[in-house]
């Protein structure tokens, strides 16, 4: 069974930095391209960053140069680092991966920029 727990949300002040994490099991990170989504209230989910099998990393406009997308495979856990945190970044964010065909997704974890 595949299972994604993010943790790490929290209240950060505009310009200020968080670390999202997703604590995978079921499937090794290592051999998945791993992705973060977002969710602001009233909006739709957007993808936000993609991590491959060959850790080719990929990102959405609104957040290049400010997040980081990364994963340990030895604690089967895919990070995203956020820096210079803008109030527009507040949403819930997800972790997703598509294996065995079907998607998955954590249950989301809150970010709210506002000071």
């Known amino acids: 069974q595949v299972q994604l727990v993010e943790s790490g949300g929290g209240l950060v002040q505009p310009g200020g930095s968080l670390r999202l994490s997703c604590a995978v099991s079921g499937i090794s990170v290592s051999v998945y391209s791993m992705d973060w989504y977002r969710q602001a209230p009233g909006k739709e989910r957007d993808w936000v960053a993609t991590?491959?099998?060959?850790?080719?990393?990929n990102y959405a406009d609104s957040v290049k140069d400010r997040f980081t997308i990364s994963r340990d495979n030895g604690k089967n856990t895919v990070y995203l680092q956020m820096n210079s945190l803008k109030p527009e970044d507040t949403a819930v964010y997800y972790c997703?991966?598509?294996?065995?065909?079907?998607?998955?997704w954590g249950q989301g974890t809150q970010v709210t920029v506002s000071s």
């Open positions: 997703a991966v598509t294996a065995y065909g079907s998607p998955y």
């Open positions: 991590i491959s099998m060959s850790t080719r990393t």
